[in-house]
């Protein structure tokens, strides 16, 4: 009889936890009024317009760890992009801890970065949920700015809330079989300011690989694969050396949904390619 009840009971834990795996959250809100949303994701840009300000929103990711004490010791700054990453901390930030309907808790840090002797106020704050954390950062060039910016972003920050989403299937064979193969587009490139000139982004080509068993790997201006052979193209090596551009795919009725790794992770949903061609972040990629 304990054995019987032990095998029901395990039987309920491994549906238990299956179900709990084709959860995942979201992070929703409402986009910032009177601003431009970069094309180029992630994160979800907002520059705001007439002022030197700008929103980010971080989709959530996994972690590992004490996420609270991570984010009071590093701000997690390894998690923002290059273009709004902080050089320096002038002072040490001040937390507040915030209600997010949906997460577990929400921290923030209020801190300013030192460019050349000027303030750059920031706001950053981190939303757990389902072991994983999403972040809203924002910031400006100016006191002045900051100003400005502060109703603005008090208001996305007021919307937010965590909603769980279903996680998509396993690829299946002939959607892989349908998607694998090489794609060229041409996007926006960053270019790190070189001798004191400032940072910018120039017009390059891009290339996306897709396997049939859903692998993917992303790269700029050249990508080769042997003997034009799928097959052939190293996934593994490609994950070893360049995290952050490989990753995997799938398939969820009509959307082609990608992730890729790294210290930034990201998740890009789009359609299935159709005629050959594939749109990911608003860029146009057609099959070689």
Do not use: C
Not at 82 to 88: D, G, L, S
């Amino acid at each position: 009889m304990r054995s019987f009840f032990l095998i029901i009971l395990s039987l309920v834990l491994a549906v238990t936890d299956a179900r709990a795996q084709q959860v995942t959250p979201v992070l929703r809100y409402t986009p910032p009024s009177n601003a431009y949303r970069s094309a180029v994701a992630p994160p979800e840009d907002y520059a705001l317009n007439g002022m030197n300000a700008s929103v980010q929103v971080y989709q959530f990711r996994p972690f590992n760890g004490d996420i609270q004490s991570l984010f009071q010791t590093t701000l997690l700054r390894d998690w923002i992009t290059p273009m709004h990453r902080e050089e320096n901390v002038a002072a040490p930030p001040t937390f507040q801890n915030f209600s997010v309907p949906g997460a577990e808790f929400a921290l923030a840090a209020s801190f300013v970065e030192n460019i050349v002797g000027l303030p750059k106020p920031h706001f950053r704050m981190v939303i757990v949920a389902g072991g994983q954390a999403a972040i809203f950062d924002v910031s400006a060039g100016t006191e002045q700015s900051w100003q400005l910016a502060v109703p603005v972003a008090n208001a996305v920050a007021g919307s937010l809330q965590v909603e769980a989403g279903r996680a998509p299937p396993p690829l299946g064979q002939a959607a892989g079989g349908a998607i694998a193969g090489l794609y060229m587009g041409i996007r926006p490139k960053y270019m790190a300011g070189l001798m004191g000139m400032p940072s910018y982004y120039t017009n390059a080509l891009h290339f996306y690989l897709f396997s049939a068993d859903g692998r993917v790997y992303s790269h700029y201006d050249q990508l080769e694969v042997p003997g034009g052979n799928i097959a052939w193209f190293d996934f593994d090596a490609a994950e070893r050396n360049d995290p952050p551009n490989s990753g995997r795919y799938t398939v969820d009725g009509n959307r082609l949904i990608i992730w890729t790794g790294g210290n930034t992770p990201q998740t890009i949903v789009t359609d299935v390619p159709r005629d050959g061609s594939v749109t990911i972040n608003t860029y146009v990629y057609k099959r070689q």
